[in-house]
T-cell receptor, first 112, second 114 residues
Framework: KQEVTQIPAALSVPEGENLVLNCSFT??????LQWFRQDPGKGLTSLLL?????REQTSGRLNASLDKSSGRSTLYIAASQPGDSATYLC???????????FGKGTTLSVSS | NAGVTQTPKFRVLKTGQSMTLLCAQD?????MYWYRQDPGMGLRLIHY???????AKGEVPDGYNVSRLKKQNFLLGLESAAPSQTSVYFC?????????????FGPGTRLTVL
């Protein structure tokens, strides 16, 4: 059974720092991997989608990498800002594309 | 373009009552999903649909029923609500595996069962 783990569970950094969020999964037979952002009491916003054949995706200050063989993905946030404070969720899609398996998230706090 | 919308946003039920949550999407997506989010458990898939008229069970389907009579709508029903169904429910949709399968989420429905 696929399991997704995110470390650390919580992270506090000062504004301007570059940071890395980690995601690991137990079954490398995935269709894709998606990173989301969730603000308190809100829905999920898709940040980046990496297909299984890709190694990384970039959007603005965000860069996500995927290493299927080792079952790992990282989300790199450059020059963090207080507005980046949120919970970041990693999810892997099974090969049929019918289910996202989520990690429990990393709650990020960026102080000014 | 509203994306994925959910109705209602909040609801309080008594044990044994029934209700239906409505999800609508205007992106012409084939696939639709219902998840629940609980503290310490993360998001878990309840049911999903790969097209109009189809439904399938996810990880935690017990106590829920779904219907997809129209492509743009996906309904989640609770026939006899239980306190264990207190949760935040999210609907999502996607084009499906042939087109990348990026999932887009609605704002959620916060349900409390007393």
């Amino acid at each position: 059974k696929q399991e997704v783990t995110q470390i650390p569970a919580a992270l506090s950094v000062p504004e301007g720092e570059n940071l890395v969020l980690n995601c690991s999964f137990t079954d490398s037979a995935i269709y894709n991997l998606q990173w989301f952002r969730q603000d308190p009491g809100k829905g999920l916003t898709s940040l980046l989608l990496i297909q299984s054949s890709q190694r990384e995706q970039t959007s603005g200050r965000l860069n996500a990498s995927l290493d299927k063989s080792s079952g790992r993905s990282t989300l790199y946030i450059a020059a963090s800002q207080p507005g980046d404070s949120a919970t970041y969720l990693c999810a892997v899609n099974n090969q049929a594309g019918t289910a996202l398996i989520f990690g429990k998230g990393t709650t990020l706090s960026v102080s000014s | 373009n509203a994306g994925v919308t959910q109705t209602p946003k909040f609801r309080v039920l008594k044990t044994g009552q029934s209700m239906t949550l409505l999800c609508a999407q205007d992106m012409n997506h084939e696939y639709m999903y219902w998840y629940r989010q609980d503290p310490g458990m993360g998001l878990r898939l309840i049911h999903y649909s790969v097209g109009e008229g189809t439904t399938a069970k996810g990880e935690v389907p017990d106590g829920y029923n779904v219907s997809r009579l129209k492509k743009q709508n996906f309904l989640l029903g609770l026939e006899s609500a239980a306190p264990s169904q207190t949760s935040v429910y999210f609907c999502a949709s996607s084009f499906g595996p042939n087109l990348g399968n990026e999932q887009f989420f609605g704002p959620g429905t916060r349900l409390t069962v007393l």
